[in-house]
Nanobody, 131 residues
Framework: QVQLVESGGGSVQSGGSLRLSCAAS????????MGWFRQAPGKEREGVAA???????AYPDSVKDRFTISQDISRNTLYLQINSLKPEDTAMYYC?????????????????????????WGQGTQVTVSS
């Protein structure tokens, strides 16, 4: 059974940094596309980072150059390094594991991860950025 547990969220000032972690159990993160998405109150879910089995990554323009996704295969843990935080980054951040799907790419994973039809999610960790 897939289990994803996020940690590392918190309250920071604009310009600060955070590193989110996602501990996975029940499978090896390196065998699947993994990612992070966020959801702010009243807004749609937004995929913010994805990583594939070959290490290919994808980010939307809104976070490119500020967010970095990585994984420690030995720890079966996914990370999201967030730098230069902005108030608009305030949201609940979720870790996602994409279910196997033909033709998946890191770019496609950004969208697919936001649907429970295609991914399993953790419980989320809150990130709050004050100006």
């Amino acid at each position: 059974q897939v289990q994803l547990v996020e940690s590392g969220g918190g309250s920071v000032q604009s310009g600060g940094s955070l590193r989110l972690s996602c501990a996975a159990s029940g499978y090896a993160t390196s065998d699947y596309y993994m990612g992070w998405f966020r959801q702010a109150p009243g807004k749609e879910r937004e995929g913010v980072a994805a990583i594939g089995r070959d290490g290919d990554t994808a980010y939307p323009d809104s976070v490119k150059d500020r967010f970095t996704i990585s994984q420690d295969i030995s720890r079966n843990t996914l990370y999201l390094q967030i730098n230069s935080l902005k108030p608009e980054d305030t949201a609940m951040y979720y870790c996602a594991q994409l279910r196997p799907s033909g033709g998946m790419t890191a770019v496609r994973a950004l969208r697919a991860m936001t649907s429970r039809l295609f991914a399993d999610w953790g419980q989320g960790t809150q990130v709050t950025v004050s100006s």
